[in-house]
Protein backbone atom coordinates (compact mmCIF):
# COMPACT_ATOMS: atom_id res chain seq x y z
CA UNK A 1 0.00 0.00 0.00
CA UNK A 2 2.73 1.96 1.25
CA UNK A 3 4.60 1.43 -2.13
CA UNK A 4 1.27 2.33 -4.26
CA UNK A 5 0.97 5.48 -2.55
CA UNK A 6 4.73 6.55 -2.91
CA UNK A 7 4.13 5.26 -6.53
CA UNK A 8 0.72 7.37 -7.23
CA UNK A 9 2.68 10.70 -5.18
CA UNK A 10 5.95 10.24 -7.89
CA UNK A 11 3.63 9.40 -10.78
CA UNK A 12 1.52 12.65 -9.84
CA UNK A 13 4.43 14.47 -9.60
CA UNK A 14 6.54 13.68 -12.67
CA UNK A 15 2.83 14.48 -14.56
CA UNK A 16 2.34 17.75 -13.01
CA UNK A 17 5.74 18.10 -13.77
CA UNK A 18 5.19 16.98 -17.31
CA UNK A 19 2.25 18.90 -18.04
CA UNK A 20 3.97 22.55 -16.52
CA UNK A 21 6.68 21.67 -19.13
CA UNK A 22 5.20 20.93 -21.85
CA UNK A 23 2.87 24.09 -21.06
CA UNK A 24 5.95 26.17 -20.84
CA UNK A 25 7.72 25.19 -23.53
CA UNK A 26 4.78 25.48 -25.77
CA UNK A 27 6.47 21.75 -26.95
CA UNK A 28 2.82 21.53 -29.01
CA UNK A 29 1.47 24.67 -30.56
CA UNK A 30 0.52 24.95 -34.02
CA UNK A 31 1.82 28.28 -35.48
CA UNK A 32 -0.21 30.46 -37.49
CA UNK A 33 1.33 31.67 -40.97
CA UNK A 34 2.51 35.78 -40.79
CA UNK A 35 4.73 36.84 -42.72
CA UNK A 36 4.49 40.60 -43.74
CA UNK A 37 7.93 40.97 -46.15
CA UNK A 38 9.40 40.53 -48.98
CA UNK A 39 11.43 37.50 -48.36
CA UNK A 40 13.33 34.57 -50.62
CA UNK A 41 15.53 31.60 -49.23
CA UNK A 42 19.19 31.90 -49.83
CA UNK A 43 20.46 29.40 -52.35
CA UNK A 44 23.38 27.26 -50.93
CA UNK A 45 22.28 26.98 -47.58
CA UNK A 46 20.21 23.71 -46.92
CA UNK A 47 22.37 22.32 -43.81
CA UNK A 48 21.59 25.01 -41.27
CA UNK A 49 23.06 28.21 -40.44
CA UNK A 50 22.56 27.92 -36.45
CA UNK A 51 24.52 31.12 -35.62
CA UNK A 52 25.47 34.46 -37.68
CA UNK A 53 27.02 37.13 -36.54
CA UNK A 54 26.69 40.34 -38.50
CA UNK A 55 30.08 42.93 -39.00
CA UNK A 56 29.58 46.59 -39.35
CA UNK A 57 30.19 46.38 -42.35
CA UNK A 58 27.77 44.43 -43.53
CA UNK A 59 29.91 40.89 -44.11
CA UNK A 60 28.66 37.92 -42.08
CA UNK A 61 29.50 34.63 -40.65
CA UNK A 62 26.92 31.93 -40.42
CA UNK A 63 27.96 28.51 -38.78
CA UNK A 64 26.43 26.08 -40.82
CA UNK A 65 26.35 21.98 -40.50
CA UNK A 66 25.21 21.74 -37.23
CA UNK A 67 25.26 18.14 -35.74
CA UNK A 68 23.39 17.55 -32.40
CA UNK A 69 22.56 14.94 -30.49
CA UNK A 70 18.83 13.66 -31.31
CA UNK A 71 18.25 16.72 -33.28
CA UNK A 72 18.24 16.30 -37.34
CA UNK A 73 20.50 17.12 -39.94
CA UNK A 74 20.37 17.40 -43.59
CA UNK A 75 24.07 16.75 -44.02
CA UNK A 76 25.25 14.03 -41.27
CA UNK A 77 28.14 13.30 -43.15
CA UNK A 78 29.93 16.72 -43.97
CA UNK A 79 31.61 18.14 -41.58
CA UNK A 80 30.33 21.93 -40.62
CA UNK A 81 31.69 24.79 -42.29
CA UNK A 82 31.83 28.89 -41.42
CA UNK A 83 30.12 30.58 -44.50
CA UNK A 84 30.60 34.16 -45.32
CA UNK A 85 27.64 36.67 -46.89
CA UNK A 86 27.47 40.27 -47.67
CA UNK A 87 24.49 42.03 -46.69
CA UNK A 88 25.04 44.99 -49.36
CA UNK A 89 24.08 41.92 -51.67
CA UNK A 90 20.32 42.20 -52.74
CA UNK A 91 20.98 38.14 -53.08
CA UNK A 92 23.43 36.16 -51.22
CA UNK A 93 26.33 34.38 -52.43
CA UNK A 94 27.68 32.42 -49.31
CA UNK A 95 31.53 31.12 -49.74
CA UNK A 96 33.00 28.86 -47.37
CA UNK A 97 35.78 30.09 -45.10
CA UNK A 98 39.01 27.99 -45.57
CA UNK A 99 40.39 27.17 -41.95
CA UNK A 100 43.87 27.09 -41.31
CA UNK A 101 46.55 24.63 -40.07
CA UNK A 102 46.23 23.99 -35.93
CA UNK A 103 42.24 22.85 -36.35
CA UNK A 104 40.70 19.97 -37.77
CA UNK A 105 38.58 20.57 -40.43
CA UNK A 106 37.07 16.98 -41.14
CA UNK A 107 35.68 16.90 -37.38
CA UNK A 108 34.68 20.63 -37.40
CA UNK A 109 31.19 21.30 -35.48
CA UNK A 110 30.56 24.89 -35.40
CA UNK A 111 27.71 26.24 -32.79
CA UNK A 112 27.34 29.34 -31.81
CA UNK A 113 29.53 32.42 -32.78
CA UNK A 114 30.76 35.76 -31.72
CA UNK A 115 32.86 38.49 -32.72
CA UNK A 116 35.38 40.56 -30.93
CA UNK A 117 36.97 43.41 -33.06
CA UNK A 118 40.40 45.59 -31.36
CA UNK A 119 39.51 48.86 -32.36
CA UNK A 120 42.88 49.73 -32.45
CA UNK A 121 44.05 47.97 -35.41
CA UNK A 122 40.43 46.79 -36.64
CA UNK A 123 41.47 42.72 -36.33
CA UNK A 124 38.46 40.47 -36.27
CA UNK A 125 38.52 37.92 -34.18
CA UNK A 126 36.07 35.16 -34.64
CA UNK A 127 35.12 33.37 -31.36
CA UNK A 128 33.51 29.47 -32.59
CA UNK A 129 31.79 26.91 -29.92
CA UNK A 130 33.11 23.65 -31.57
CA UNK A 131 31.72 20.25 -30.69
CA UNK A 132 33.96 17.90 -32.73
CA UNK A 133 32.98 14.86 -33.79
CA UNK A 134 31.77 12.61 -33.10
CA UNK A 135 32.92 13.11 -28.92
CA UNK A 136 30.79 15.87 -29.03
CA UNK A 137 32.67 18.13 -26.09
CA UNK A 138 32.53 21.72 -26.29
CA UNK A 139 35.51 23.75 -27.04
CA UNK A 140 36.09 27.27 -28.21
CA UNK A 141 37.88 27.94 -31.04
CA UNK A 142 39.62 31.39 -31.52
CA UNK A 143 40.68 32.46 -35.01
CA UNK A 144 41.09 35.55 -36.75
CA UNK A 145 39.96 36.29 -39.83
CA UNK A 146 41.81 37.13 -43.07
CA UNK A 147 39.30 38.72 -45.12
CA UNK A 148 41.58 39.20 -48.20
CA UNK A 149 42.46 35.23 -48.38
CA UNK A 150 38.87 34.56 -47.24
CA UNK A 151 40.86 32.34 -44.44
CA UNK A 152 40.15 31.84 -40.80
CA UNK A 153 43.64 31.63 -39.08
CA UNK A 154 43.16 29.44 -36.18
CA UNK A 155 44.74 31.18 -32.93
CA UNK A 156 43.83 29.13 -29.96
CA UNK A 157 41.39 26.65 -28.62
CA UNK A 158 39.74 26.73 -24.63
CA UNK A 159 38.79 24.12 -22.90
CA UNK A 160 37.99 24.20 -19.55
CA UNK A 161 35.56 22.08 -16.90
CA UNK A 162 33.61 24.85 -16.22
CA UNK A 163 32.47 25.25 -20.29
CA UNK A 164 31.27 21.55 -20.62
CA UNK A 165 27.80 21.99 -22.47
CA UNK A 166 28.57 25.36 -24.47
CA UNK A 167 25.64 26.85 -26.50
CA UNK A 168 26.47 30.31 -27.31
CA UNK A 169 29.18 32.61 -26.91
CA UNK A 170 29.59 36.62 -26.37
CA UNK A 171 33.51 37.85 -26.69
CA UNK A 172 34.27 40.49 -25.14
CA UNK A 173 37.82 40.79 -25.46
CA UNK A 174 40.50 38.98 -27.72
CA UNK A 175 40.73 35.98 -25.20
CA UNK A 176 37.44 36.32 -22.82
CA UNK A 177 33.79 35.87 -23.07
CA UNK A 178 30.87 34.99 -21.27
CA UNK A 179 29.15 31.20 -22.10
CA UNK A 180 26.01 29.74 -21.49
CA UNK A 181 25.87 25.81 -20.35
CA UNK A 182 22.40 24.70 -22.08
CA UNK A 183 23.05 21.46 -19.77
CA UNK A 184 24.21 20.82 -16.39
CA UNK A 185 24.15 16.75 -16.59
CA UNK A 186 27.52 15.24 -19.18
CA UNK A 187 25.23 12.09 -19.66
CA UNK A 188 22.92 11.81 -22.76
CA UNK A 189 20.65 10.05 -20.79
CA UNK A 190 20.43 11.91 -17.91
CA UNK A 191 19.65 15.23 -19.92
CA UNK A 192 16.52 14.94 -20.61
CA UNK A 193 15.29 14.96 -16.62
CA UNK A 194 16.55 18.66 -16.94
CA UNK A 195 13.42 19.40 -18.81
CA UNK A 196 10.68 17.26 -16.94
CA UNK A 197 11.78 17.83 -13.74
CA UNK A 198 12.00 21.50 -14.61
CA UNK A 199 15.40 21.58 -12.79
CA UNK A 200 16.76 25.63 -13.28
CA UNK A 201 20.48 24.38 -13.13
CA UNK A 202 22.00 25.52 -15.91
CA UNK A 203 24.41 28.80 -16.40
CA UNK A 204 26.36 31.63 -17.73
CA UNK A 205 30.04 31.36 -17.26
CA UNK A 206 32.91 34.18 -17.85
CA UNK A 207 36.23 32.85 -19.36
CA UNK A 208 39.38 34.93 -19.57
CA UNK A 209 42.75 33.40 -19.42
CA UNK A 210 43.61 33.92 -15.53
CA UNK A 211 39.87 34.10 -14.45
CA UNK A 212 36.95 31.58 -14.92
CA UNK A 213 33.72 31.79 -12.84
CA UNK A 214 30.21 31.13 -13.33
CA UNK A 215 28.61 34.52 -13.00
CA UNK A 216 24.77 33.58 -12.90
CA UNK A 217 22.53 30.44 -13.08
CA UNK A 218 18.86 29.41 -12.18
CA UNK A 219 18.01 29.01 -16.05
CA UNK A 220 16.32 25.72 -17.38
CA UNK A 221 18.45 25.80 -20.34
CA UNK A 222 20.43 28.62 -21.32
CA UNK A 223 21.17 29.91 -25.01
CA UNK A 224 21.51 32.61 -26.91
CA UNK A 225 23.93 35.09 -25.14
CA UNK A 226 24.46 39.00 -26.63
CA UNK A 227 25.47 42.08 -25.50
CA UNK A 228 23.73 45.62 -25.20
CA UNK A 229 25.20 48.45 -27.96
CA UNK A 230 26.45 50.28 -24.95
CA UNK A 231 28.41 47.12 -23.46
CA UNK A 232 26.75 47.69 -19.64
CA UNK A 233 24.46 45.04 -20.05
CA UNK A 234 24.27 40.76 -20.90
CA UNK A 235 21.24 39.42 -22.50
CA UNK A 236 20.64 35.78 -22.23
CA UNK A 237 17.77 33.42 -23.37
CA UNK A 238 16.31 31.37 -21.34
CA UNK A 239 15.33 28.41 -24.29
CA UNK A 240 12.41 26.38 -22.28
CA UNK A 241 11.82 29.00 -19.61
CA UNK A 242 10.73 31.43 -22.97
CA UNK A 243 12.44 34.68 -21.56
CA UNK A 244 15.14 36.59 -22.56
CA UNK A 245 16.81 37.54 -19.35
CA UNK A 246 18.59 40.98 -18.55
CA UNK A 247 21.87 41.16 -16.50
CA UNK A 248 23.68 44.33 -15.58
CA UNK A 249 27.40 43.85 -16.60
CA UNK A 250 30.00 45.13 -13.48
CA UNK A 251 33.58 46.43 -14.22
CA UNK A 252 34.75 43.20 -12.45
CA UNK A 253 32.65 40.89 -15.10
CA UNK A 254 29.89 39.81 -12.25
CA UNK A 255 26.10 39.83 -13.52
CA UNK A 256 23.51 41.10 -11.74
CA UNK A 257 19.81 39.93 -13.03
CA UNK A 258 17.53 42.64 -14.26
CA UNK A 259 14.52 41.12 -15.19
CA UNK A 260 13.56 38.73 -17.54
CA UNK A 261 11.19 39.31 -20.74
CA UNK A 262 8.62 36.34 -21.57
CA UNK A 263 8.48 35.83 -24.79
CA UNK A 264 6.45 33.52 -25.11
CA UNK A 265 8.01 30.67 -27.51
CA UNK A 266 11.41 29.09 -26.93
CA UNK A 267 14.18 31.86 -28.53
CA UNK A 268 17.71 30.88 -29.96
CA UNK A 269 20.50 32.93 -30.42
CA UNK A 270 19.37 36.56 -29.65
CA UNK A 271 21.48 39.45 -32.46
CA UNK A 272 21.28 43.13 -31.10
CA UNK A 273 20.44 45.79 -33.98
CA UNK A 274 23.62 48.37 -33.96
CA UNK A 275 21.31 51.24 -34.41
CA UNK A 276 18.03 50.85 -32.38
CA UNK A 277 19.43 48.32 -29.83
CA UNK A 278 16.33 46.36 -30.56
CA UNK A 279 17.04 42.61 -29.61
CA UNK A 280 16.13 39.87 -32.45
CA UNK A 281 15.82 36.40 -31.75
CA UNK A 282 14.81 33.37 -34.26
CA UNK A 283 12.49 31.16 -32.10
CA UNK A 284 11.09 27.75 -32.06
CA UNK A 285 7.36 27.98 -31.74
CA UNK A 286 7.05 24.12 -31.27
CA UNK A 287 10.10 23.12 -29.70
CA UNK A 288 8.98 19.15 -29.46
CA UNK A 289 9.07 19.02 -33.56
CA UNK A 290 12.42 19.98 -33.34
CA UNK A 291 13.89 16.93 -31.08
CA UNK A 292 11.11 14.55 -32.81
CA UNK A 293 11.76 15.42 -36.76
CA UNK A 294 9.15 14.39 -38.98
CA UNK A 295 8.88 15.37 -42.94
CA UNK A 296 5.21 15.64 -43.08
CA UNK A 297 5.01 18.03 -40.11
CA UNK A 298 8.52 19.66 -39.60
CA UNK A 299 8.86 22.32 -36.97
CA UNK A 300 7.99 25.79 -37.71
CA UNK A 301 10.02 29.69 -37.68
CA UNK A 302 9.03 32.44 -35.21
CA UNK A 303 11.02 35.75 -35.48
CA UNK A 304 11.03 37.82 -32.22
CA UNK A 305 12.09 41.77 -31.84
CA UNK A 306 11.87 43.28 -28.19
CA UNK A 307 11.60 46.81 -28.75
CA UNK A 308 12.73 48.95 -25.40
CA UNK A 309 13.50 46.58 -23.17
CA UNK A 310 15.45 48.37 -20.57
CA UNK A 311 12.26 50.70 -20.10
CA UNK A 312 9.42 49.08 -18.29
CA UNK A 313 7.27 49.00 -21.05
CA UNK A 314 8.88 46.90 -23.54
CA UNK A 315 7.26 45.27 -26.37
CA UNK A 316 7.54 41.56 -27.71
CA UNK A 317 6.89 42.07 -31.77
CA UNK A 318 6.07 38.49 -33.98
CA UNK A 319 8.05 39.71 -36.94
CA UNK A 320 8.09 36.40 -38.96
CA UNK A 321 5.82 32.95 -38.26
CA UNK A 322 5.69 29.86 -40.45
CA UNK A 323 5.04 26.67 -40.09
CA UNK A 324 8.03 25.18 -41.48
CA UNK A 325 6.50 25.04 -44.93
CA UNK A 326 9.55 27.82 -45.92
CA UNK A 327 12.08 27.48 -43.29
CA UNK A 328 12.35 25.16 -39.92
CA UNK A 329 13.47 25.80 -36.71
CA UNK A 330 14.55 29.46 -37.11
CA UNK A 331 17.60 30.29 -34.67
CA UNK A 332 18.63 33.28 -35.74
CA UNK A 333 17.38 36.76 -36.85
CA UNK A 334 20.11 39.52 -37.66
CA UNK A 335 19.05 42.80 -39.01
CA UNK A 336 21.44 44.85 -41.08
CA UNK A 337 20.21 48.12 -42.81
CA UNK A 338 16.63 47.52 -44.20
CA UNK A 339 17.09 43.91 -44.37
CA UNK A 340 17.04 40.77 -41.95
CA UNK A 341 18.97 37.45 -42.33
CA UNK A 342 17.10 34.30 -40.50
CA UNK A 343 19.06 31.04 -39.74
CA UNK A 344 18.12 28.15 -39.13
CA UNK A 345 19.39 25.06 -37.06
CA UNK A 346 19.80 22.54 -39.21
CA UNK A 347 17.48 23.83 -42.57
CA UNK A 348 17.71 26.66 -45.03
CA UNK A 349 18.61 30.56 -44.68
CA UNK A 350 15.97 33.20 -45.37
CA UNK A 351 16.97 36.81 -46.54
CA UNK A 352 14.00 39.18 -46.27
CA UNK A 353 13.70 42.77 -46.71
CA UNK A 354 12.55 44.52 -43.60
CA UNK A 355 9.85 47.98 -44.70
C1 LIG B 1 31.75 42.72 -8.45
O1 LIG B 1 31.24 44.02 -8.39
C2 LIG B 1 29.93 44.11 -7.86
C3 LIG B 1 29.44 45.54 -8.02
O2 LIG B 1 30.41 46.46 -7.62
C4 LIG B 1 29.91 43.61 -6.43
O3 LIG B 1 28.60 43.69 -5.91
C5 LIG B 1 30.38 42.16 -6.43
O4 LIG B 1 30.46 41.69 -5.11
C6 LIG B 1 31.74 42.01 -7.10
N1 LIG B 1 31.99 40.58 -7.27
C7 LIG B 1 33.19 40.04 -7.13
C8 LIG B 1 33.28 38.56 -7.37
O5 LIG B 1 34.17 40.69 -6.85
C1 LIG C 1 24.41 34.85 -31.63
O1 LIG C 1 25.05 35.03 -30.42
C2 LIG C 1 26.40 35.41 -30.49
C3 LIG C 1 26.89 35.54 -29.12
O2 LIG C 1 26.19 36.51 -28.47
C4 LIG C 1 26.53 36.72 -31.21
O3 LIG C 1 27.87 37.10 -31.30
C5 LIG C 1 25.93 36.56 -32.54
O4 LIG C 1 25.96 37.78 -33.19
C6 LIG C 1 24.53 36.10 -32.42
N1 LIG C 1 23.98 35.93 -33.70
C7 LIG C 1 23.38 36.90 -34.23
C8 LIG C 1 22.75 36.69 -35.53
O5 LIG C 1 23.30 37.95 -33.68
C1 LIG D 1 1.71 25.02 -43.59
O1 LIG D 1 1.15 26.12 -44.24
C2 LIG D 1 0.97 25.91 -45.63
C3 LIG D 1 0.55 27.21 -46.27
O2 LIG D 1 0.38 28.24 -45.38
C4 LIG D 1 -0.03 24.80 -45.83
O3 LIG D 1 -0.21 24.57 -47.21
C5 LIG D 1 0.51 23.54 -45.17
O4 LIG D 1 -0.45 22.51 -45.25
C6 LIG D 1 0.83 23.78 -43.72
N1 LIG D 1 1.55 22.61 -43.23
C7 LIG D 1 1.29 22.04 -42.07
C8 LIG D 1 2.14 20.86 -41.69
O5 LIG D 1 0.42 22.46 -41.33
Redesign the pocket.
Known amino acids: MLTLTFLGVVLGFFGERVLQYTHRTGLFKEVE?FNPHNCHLVKGIDGGSEDIHVLPNGLAFISSGLKYPKIKSFAPDRPGEILLVDLNDDVLHPEPLQLSEGIDASSFNPHGLSVYIDESDGTVYLFVVNHPMPDFKSFIEIFKFDEKQKTLLHLKTIKHPLLKSVNDIVAVGPESFYATNDHYFDSASLRPLEGYLGLKWTNVVYYSPRDVREVTSGLYSANGIAISNDKKFIYAVDLTGHTINVYEKHANWSLTFIKAVDVDTSADNLSVDPVTGDIWTGAHPNLYKIFNYKDE?PPGSEVIRVQDIHTDHWIVHRVYVN???VIQGSSVASPYKKKLIIGTVFHKTLYCQLD
Open positions: PDNGS
